[in-house]
T-cell receptor, first 113, second 112 residues
Framework: AQSVAQPEDQVNVAEGNPLTVKCTYS??????LFWYVQYPNRGLQFLLK??????LVKGSYGFEAEFNKSQTSFHLKKPSALVSDSALYFC???????????FGTGTRLTVIP | SQTIHQWPATLVQPVGSPLSLECTVE??????LYWYRQAAGRGLQLLFY??????ISSEVPQNLSASRPQDRQFILSSKKLLLSDSGFYLC???????????FGQGTRLTVV
């Protein structure tokens, strides 16, 4: 069975500081990994994905994530947080050849001015 | 470009009433379609997905059903709503197995 874990319900960071939102996964094959962001009462917006190749993936709004196969992690990072980055962040996984996408429980990021 | 439409945005329904939420996708053919439910503003639960017309996979047994009468139309239904059906329902689409899914704006359902 495949699963995704986001160990932190809440992450607080000061504006201008680097941010990290953690994600670990458990799958029986090769995973496709994704990050999404959700603003209040809105749908999810795609940020970035890892399919294959370079372990460091760059996405929208200055976000990046690093795929670490040995640690089965895919942490989301940004060098300098903005207040507007405050939102709910979801990590997701899809197995190669599978159609369904499984999400973590989400991490609420608050950037403090 | 591809777009996804989901309606209504909000819905208040009494217990025992029927439900029909509709989702349509434009600008792509033969998409994979998904219905998710998000409870209490947190985790997403995959309810149904479809890889083609009339092909529905149910992930969680429940009071809901889904149908795909046309290639780019996905409908979530219930014959009799329960209080526990309240939540934020999200429709999404993707093409192929290695690609990301794109989400609609969601429907906030409150069962009273």
């Amino acid at each position: 069975a495949q699963s995704v874990a986001q160990p932190e319900d809440q992450v607080n960071v000061a504006e201008g500081n680097p941010l990290t939102v953690k994600c670990t996964y458990s799958v029986s094959g090769n995973p496709y990994l994704f990050w999404y962001v959700q603003y209040p009462n809105r749908g999810l917006q795609f940020l970035l994905k890892y399919i294959t190749g370079d372990n460091l993936v760059k996405g929208s709004y200055g976000f990046e994530a690093e795929f670490n196969k040995s640690q089965t992690s895919f942490h989301l990072k940004k060098p300098s947080a903005l207040v507007s980055d405050s939102a709910l962040y979801f990590c997701a996984v899809r197995l190669t050849g599978a159609n369904n996408l499984f999400f973590g429980t989400g991490t609420r990021l608050t950037v403090i001015p | 470009s591809q777009t996804i439409h989901q309606w209504p945005a909000t819905l208040v329904q009494p217990v025992g009433s029927p439900l029909s939420l509709e989702c349509t996708v434009e600008g792509t053919s033969n998409p994979n379609l998904y219905w998710y439910r998000q409870a209490a503003g947190r985790g997403l639960q995959l309810l149904f997905y479809s890889v083609g017309i009339g092909q529905i996979s149910s992930e969680v047994p429940q009071n809901l059903s889904a149908s795909r009468p046309q290639d780019r139309q996905f409908i979530l239904s219930s014959k009799k709503l329960l209080l526990s059906d309240s939540g934020f329902y999200l429709c999404a689409w993707s093409v192929g197995s290695g690609t990301e899914a794109f989400f609609g704006q969601g429907t906030r359902l409150t069962v009273v």
